[in-house]
T-cell receptor, first 116, second 114 residues
């Protein structure tokens, strides 16, 4: 079965600083990888996804993530954070013998705090 | 531009009461899902429906039942609520089976069991 680890429960970053959120996955085949963001009281919104091809993927809101098979990682990055980026971020891996993303396994999330 | 709509948004129940959480999507998606979110545990899949007329258990199905009423609607039922079911419940949907399209989430139902 697949699993996802987000080792950082909480990260605090100054506005304008760069950001990297870590995600490690465990899955036997090529994974389908996602990053979602959740603002307080809201549902999850997709930031970006990786299925195949270029290992550096661009997402919404200026985020990007890089798939590194050798490290089983899919870290999320942003060069300069804004106060509106404060939220909880979830990494997820999709699997299933026939489906692209029918069953997602989520990490436990990283809460991002932005300080002025 | 509704996407995935969940009702109610908040609910308080007493132990032993029953309740149905409603979910509807207007994106013509085939697949729908129910998750629960608990502090420090991320989202865990309760049940899913790959297509109309089918449902399957996810990671934590005990104490829940589901009904895929039609292509748009997927409900989650708690027959006899327990305090351990206090959680935030999210419904999600995605497009065709085998597609690379992501899941779209509702805003959640916050459920407290006393």
């Amino acid at each position: 079965a697949q699993s996802v680890t987000q080792p950082d429960i909480h990260i605090t970053v100054s506005e304008g600083a760069s950001l990297e959120l870590r995600c490690n996955y465990s899955y036997g085949a090529t994974p389908y990888l996602f990053w979602y963001v959740q603002s307080p009281g809201q549902g999850l919104q997709l930031l970006l996804k990786y299925f195949s091809g270029d290992t550096l993927v661009q997402g919404i809101k200026g985020f990007e993530a890089e798939f590194k098979r050798s490290q089983s990682s899919f870290n999320l990055r942003k060069p300069s954070v804004h106060w509106s980026d404060a939220a909880e971020y979830f990494c997820a891996v999709g699997a299933g013998s026939n489906f692209g993303n029918e069953k997602l396994t989520f990490g436990t999330g990283t809460r991002l705090t932005i300080i002025p | 531009n509704a996407g995935v709509t969940q009702t109610p948004k908040f609910q308080v129940l007493k132990t032993g009461q029953s309740m149905t959480l409603q979910c509807a999507q207007d994106m013509n998606h085939n697949s729908m899902y129910w998750y629960r979110q608990d502090p420090g545990m991320g989202l865990r899949l309760i049940y899913y429906s790959a297509s109309e007329g089918t449902t399957d258990k996810g990671e934590v199905p005990n104490g829940y039942n589901v009904s895929r009423l039609n292509k748009r609607e997927f409900s989650l039922r708690l027959e006899s609520a327990a305090p351990s079911q206090t959680s935030v419940y999210f419904c999600a949907s995605s497009a065709q089976i085998g597609s690379n399209q992501p899941q779209h989430f509702g805003d959640g139902t916050r459920l407290s069991i006393l």
